[in-house]
């Protein structure tokens, strides 16, 4: 593992930008805003790039609000966001593109989307990011997720996690996904349960 930093001057206030880096390709990368001036145990946001909602600002998912919200945060209250290079959780952007062609042709959901095209719904793995933690001595992180398998997938990296939740109200366009994510995928939304 490589890995460089400097400093990132944003609307949200100065961080410390690093990368770290497994390989030659950039989605080997992972990219970390560093905010050191916490208490007790840091926020820390695990995000998956969303390029359709964080580049082109797609309205159909709360990806982009998510990463704002926990840039925020962090900024206020201290802490790690780290992002990852993968779209499509860890899918890649074709196959989402695929996946979401089907639902605008067949009017399937991502999740069935997924199944349809033979990918499993959220292939990511968080062994790099559970590294990266223990690059810088966390020990004890304050999750940012409303995603369970998230929380499981860095405590069974050695690290103990107390979720936080990170809930973006749902818009017309967005609420299909979302409402997919908590009733076939597990994610804890409050608005969604029953």
Same mark, same amino acid.
């Given at each position: 593992?490589?890995? =460089?930093?400097?400093?990132?001057?944003?609307?949200?206030?100065?961080?410390?930008?690093?990368?770290?880096?497994?390989?030659?390709?950039?989605? %080997?990368?992972?990219?970390?805003?560093?905010? !050191?001036?916490?208490?007790?145990?840091?926020?820390?946001?695990?995000?998956?790039?969303?390029?359709? *909602?964080?580049?082109?600002?797609?309205?159909?998912? %709360?990806?982009? *609000? +998510?990463?704002?919200? =926990?840039?925020?945060?962090? *900024?206020?209250?201290?802490?790690?966001?780290?992002?990852?290079?993968?779209?499509?959780?860890?899918?890649?952007?074709?196959?989402?593109?695929?996946?979401?062609?089907?639902?605008?042709?067949?009017?399937?959901?991502? =999740?069935?989307?997924?199944?349809?095209?033979?990918?499993? +719904?959220? /292939?990511?793995?968080?062994?790099?990011?559970?590294?990266?933690?223990?690059?810088?001595?966390?020990?004890?992180?304050?999750?940012?997720?409303?995603?369970?398998?998230?929380?499981? *997938?860095?405590?069974? !990296?050695?690290?103990?996690?107390?979720?936080? /939740?990170?809930?973006?109200?749902?818009?017309?366009?967005?609420?299909?996904?979302?409402?997919?994510?908590?009733?076939?995928?597990?994610?804890?939304?409050?608005?969604?349960? %029953?």
């Amino acid at each position: 593992m490589e890995h =460089s930093s400097t400093t990132l001057r944003t609307k949200f206030g100065e961080f410390k930008f690093h990368c770290f880096s497994w390989g030659a390709h950039e989605e %080997d990368n992972l990219l970390v805003l560093e905010n !050191g001036n916490f208490l007790g145990h840091p926020l820390v946001r695990v995000q998956s790039a969303c390029y359709s *909602a964080e580049i082109f600002r797609s309205l159909d998912c %709360d990806c982009h *609000a +998510q990463l704002a919200k =926990s840039q925020q945060l962090i *900024a206020e209250k201290g802490g790690y966001l780290i992002y990852m290079l993968c779209d499509g959780r860890g899918a890649g952007l074709l196959n989402k593109l695929r996946g979401m062609e089907l639902g605008e042709t067949e009017g399937l959901d991502t =999740s069935d989307a997924y199944q349809k095209l033979g990918i499993p +719904q959220d /292939p990511r793995d968080y062994e790099r990011v559970c590294t990266v933690i223990k690059y810088f001595d966390l020990k004890h992180i304050l999750l940012l997720t409303n995603n369970p398998r998230k929380v499981s *997938a860095i405590e069974r !990296g050695g690290i103990l996690v107390d979720r936080q /939740p990170l809930e973006i109200g749902s818009t017309p366009e967005s609420r299909p996904y979302l409402a997919t994510k908590s009733k076939k995928m597990g994610h804890l939304l409050s608005e969604f349960e %029953d």
